[in-house]
């Protein structure tokens, strides 16, 4: 099956949210593969949901109903590396639905495991391009204490490693990092990333603010950072990314669309409004690992369980609780700094998209 053209798919999607009627499936599609995770961060409590994690077997049977749409794939936890299997799902998504990003959010906690299995999905997903982000949120101890989780960081210098030497074998490796930008860490931006860049050696570092998610079952934690302080976080990003442009497409890609984000995300924080049309729902989505589908993960509104639904994820993503979250967003019933959605948010507002293109050639 051929891909349509992303800019026919963009237009597509406009014309549905303007329409309200939904017609094509997401480009953007984010599957977390269980909530379990080892790690106890002060800005998630994920690894308190227990649920009855889809097994590869049922992958297999949802990801062909996607009709290799989705152009970027996340596969998220909790902790992916619990998953002895972990492997596998790649190469599924790899063979099934052919995108042409798969990013992979890494702790680094599971070491052992992540030495057995990051060869292998090096391997399985050659002919995309493999996003590997290294989760940073403090440097040292203070990483450590923040993310709950013992030698954390020294950890991540191994897995870093091995990152850096899977690249030699596998030019579609790309190796990043990422900061959780919450109020435990705000003021130390500036240092986090410049010290991050120099232990690292990534080809890009990003940020995201830590935010009240249903997923994440942080809606009732004080961890998002005051506007003001938020904003002078992201301009010092902005202009570390502008002196340190990466050459790898993919990576100067995600700079590019990062420069626009921090700009939306820090005016959302300070209007508490959609900057921008959200296009969760239409062009984005969420898989659950019991199954259930989300139009994101900040709301976590099932629409659906795949599991009651043979497993077809066009009869979910065009049901009518589907609908009725999709216009519960075009009312702007919500608002969020949400990275993963903003990227498609800014690749289908046409305004967005003249700026990132100009932000890929260096202008």
């Given amino acids: ?26 480009i953007n599609l984010t599957v977390s593969v269980t909530y379990s995770c080892p790690s106890r961060c002060a800005t998630c409590d994920i690894w308190q949901k227990k649920v009855d994690d889809l097994s590869v077997d049922e992958y297999g049977r949802i990801f062909p109903t996607l009709e290799k749409v989705p152009i970027w794939v996340t596969l998220s936890g909790g902790d992916q590396f619990v998953r002895a299997d972990f492997d596998e799902i790649v190469r599924l998504v790899k063979k099934q639905i052919e995108p042409n990003i798969i990013n992979i959010p890494m702790n680094g906690v599971i070491t052992e495991r992540i030495f057995q299995l990051l060869p292998k999905i090096a391997e399985y997903s050659a002919g995309a391009q493999l996003v590997l982000n290294l989760s940073v ?18 950890k991540l210098k191994l897995v870093s490693a091995l990152i850096h030497d899977l690249k ?17 860490n705000v003021s130390r931006i500036p240092e986090i990333e410049r010290e991050a860049r120099a232990i690292f050696q990534p080809d890009s570092y990003i940020a995201e603010v830590a935010e009240n998610r249903v997923e994440l079952e942080t809606m009732d934690k004080d961890i998002t950072p005051d506007p003001a302080d ?10 570390a990314i502008r002196g340190h442009r990466s050459t790898v497409p993919v990576a100067r890609l995600v700079e590019s669309l990062r420069l626009e984000y921090y700009e939306l995300s820090a005016r959302i924080l300070e209007e508490k409004t959609q900057v921008i049309d959200c296009y969760a729902g239409w062009a984005s ?12 993960c900040v709301r976590a509104e099932s629409v659906g369980n ?8 066009r009869s979910v993503w065009f049901g009518p609780r589907a609908d009725a979250f999709r216009a ?5 019933e919500c608002a969020c700094p949400l990275a993963n959605a903003s990227y498609t948010n800014l690749l289908v507002d046409p305004r967005s998209l003249v700026r990132v293109a100009a932000h890929m050639a260096g202008m």
């Fill in 168 to 184: 030699k074998t596998y030019p579609h490796v790309v190796l990043g990092v990422h900061t959780v930008i919450s109020k435990l």
């Fill in 230 to 239: 938020y904003r002078r976080a992201v301009q010092h990003l902005q202009n």
């Fill in 137 to 154: 949120d403090e440097i040292g101890e203070a990483h450590d204490e923040i993310r709950g989780a013992d030698r954390n960081f020294e």
């Fill in 306 to 313: 795949l599991r009651e639904h043979g497993y077809d994820f």
């Fill in 1 to 26: 099956m051929t891909k349509l053209p992303l800019i026919a798919r963009l237009a597509g999607y406009r014309a549905a949210h303007a329409s309200g009627k939904p017609r094509q499936l997401p």
């Fill in 285 to 296: 989505a969420h898989l659950a690992p019991d199954g259930n589908l989300w139009g994101c």
């Fill in 328 to 332: 519960s967003v075009r009312a702007h």
